[in-house]
């Protein structure tokens, strides 16, 4: 599988490059939009891991470029903490997926899986659905059979994460790395907090629960 990263920055570039190598990728690194363009009309890679903030021609106007000329191999989009708009409008244009920087090597190696497993023709939607729950990710709305919850930007993270991996028991030091992008410190009760609010405003009212507890490993949301 070939995957094609178009970054400027030589450290997230590099280190991009060298982790894909060992998860057994081909790879090849290109550190600007124009040259990037060209390399993914000529190479026809699997994957294009692509940063927004580019000198030349940016993230946008590439994946534009590709869309008009009819490429559909799968975009993943890198963007800068907390631009909604710059992930509404990557998505609009046709990005299959985001990760906002700074991420783990570890949680863009499952997004890169994910994509591939899916294949080109597998367009996802902009939607994730776990049983009634739905999560409009474009539109930053959730929803349980039909009915608005309201969340906080950090509830949203949690259950958008919880949702992408829905049925795999997530380790509250990997929640804390995701979500809160900080080390876990098991002096804080953050998490907890955060779930029992987040639980309260999905699972309260209704008699299938989908978040739920493993002690002493995490928290899973899975349909019964
Ligand atoms: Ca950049």
Redesign the pocket.
């Known amino acids: 599988m070939k995957i094609l990263i178009i970054?400027?920055?030589p450290k997230t570039g590099d280190y991009l490059r060298q982790g894909l190598r060992e998860a057994g990728f081909t790879v090849d690194l290109v550190p600007n939009g124009v040259d990037g363009l060209h390399q993914a009309i000529e190479g026809d890679p699997d994957l294009v891991v692509l940063?927004?903030?580019?000198p030349g021609m940016n993230g946008w106007q590439v994946l534009q470029h590709l869309r008009s000329q009819g490429r559909q191999m799968p975009v993943l989009f890198l963007t800068a903490r907390d631009q909604v708009e710059d992930r509404v409008k990557g998505l609009e244009l046709g990005a299959d997926d985001y990760l906002v920087k700074p991420f783990s090597f570890a949680e863009l190696l499952a997004r890169v899986r994910t994509i591939l497993r899916r294949g080109r023709n597998g367009a996802e939607s902009t939607t994730l659905q776990v049983a009634d729950l739905e999560m409009d990710l474009l539109r930053r709305r959730v929803s349980r059979g039909g009915h608005r919850i309201d969340l906080t930007a950090k509830e949203f993270g949690l259950l958008e994460l919880l949702m992408r991996r829905h049925g795999e028991v997530l380790p509250r030091s990997l929640i804390a790395s995701q979500v809160w992008d900080m080390n876990f410190d098991s002096d804080t009760n953050v998490i907890e907090v955060a779930v029992r609010r987040l639980r309260a405003k999905v699972d309260d009212g209704y008699e299938v629960k989908l978040i739920q507890t493993v002690r002493g490993m995490g928290y899973v949301l899975e349909a019964p």
């Open positions: 970054e400027d920055e940063d927004v903030m580019l």
